[in-house]
């Protein structure tokens, strides 16, 4: 097992199956894949591409691999009718999440600044992004400011697994994959955590050729005045998600649509994310505020 730092989150690899060298090696590969994605696309880098896009006040030619982030984007807007939707960049901002997470870090006396929408400026969507494909060519419209954030990591997590076909996890900060199994064993374990209690274990899974997602505030939270802010911004407001969860964990076919749908059920609060999760034939635990538990679809439980 492996461990790196990347993406401001924890990265871990296993494949037991390798042996020490070829474990290493294969580790050594994902974490330079996670340290170029994030020298190329964090919103934090002034030096990286999408900065430069999110500068950019005429059109300008972006490179294949940041056109095709921004086409699946805007196919997962359109696809959860904005719920998920990474024009929010602006909003972030405004909420203090305007530089890479740290504990503590981002505390501020200040008060939060106001919303974009609360401002009477126009609600910020990718749709509103001008995307020539042929060209490579893109226009941002001043209000909108892009954040690929838990959506890129769930796909470099889906790119990294399939650098080997070997049994293996890749975990970044909750986003993961878990292909085959350990030797002798029917799946991987997943702990689903208490996020009033993180050393709390509600629910043990087992699970097998598989991604999970996880989206809760309590992991990235910080202080605005006397305001508890988070990260997880609902686009229809353009402020933190204030529905009645408190984590939610998604099983899907890959980490990139196990993330979209963490967050677009988070959104939704339990009724509809539960409904919506079951709609799109995904399985799930939703943890309420009050410490409920909701489970969508046919989970492998192991423990409860």
Do not use: C
Request: glycine share 8%.
């Amino acid at each position: 097992m492996w461990t790196f730092r990347a993406m401001s989150t924890d990265v871990l690899v296993a494949a037991p199956s390798l042996d020490d060298r070829a474990e290493r090696e294969l580790a050594l590969a994902i974490e330079a894949m996670f340290r170029d994605t994030e020298r190329r696309f964090s919103r934090f880098r002034p030096d990286s591409e999408l900065s430069r896009l999110n500068r950019a006040i005429e059109p300008i030619e972006v490179s294949p691999e940041l056109l095709a982030l921004l086409v699946r984007a805007r196919a997962h807007a359109g696809r959860t009718g904005g719920l998920f939707d990474p024009a929010v960049g602006a909003a972030l901002n405004a909420s203090g999440y305007d530089r890479s997470f740290a504990e503590g870090a981002l505390d501020d006396d200040a008060p939060p600044g106001t919303a974009p929408d609360a401002r009477g400026e126009p609600r910020a969507t990718i749709a509103a992004i001008e995307i020539d494909e042929e060209h490579r060519r893109v226009r941002r419209p001043a209000h909108v400011q892009l954040d690929l954030g838990g959506f890129l990591k769930g796909l470099t997590v889906d790119r990294a697994a399939a650098l080997t076909t070997a049994p293996v996890v890749v975990d970044a900060g909750g986003d993961a994959v878990l292909r085959g199994a350990p030797r002798g064993e029917g799946g991987w374990t997943v702990e689903v955590e208490d996020p009033s209690e993180p050393s709390r274990t509600l629910a043990t899974l087992d699970v097998r050729d598989a991604a999970v997602a996880t989206s809760a505030p309590n992991r990235r939270a910080w202080r605005r005045g006397a305001r508890r802010m988070h990260h997880l911004i609902d686009p229809r407001e353009g402020t933190p998600a204030r529905g009645d969860l408190a984590q939610v964990t998604v099983l899907a076919p890959t980490a990139e649509e196990a993330d979209v749908f963490a967050k677009v059920a988070f959104v939704l609060g339990s009724r509809a994310g539960a409904a919506r999760l079951e709609r799109e034939g995904l399985r799930g635990v939703l943890v309420t505020r009050d410490g409920a538990v909701v489970t969508v679809g046919d989970l492998e439980l192991a423990d409860a």
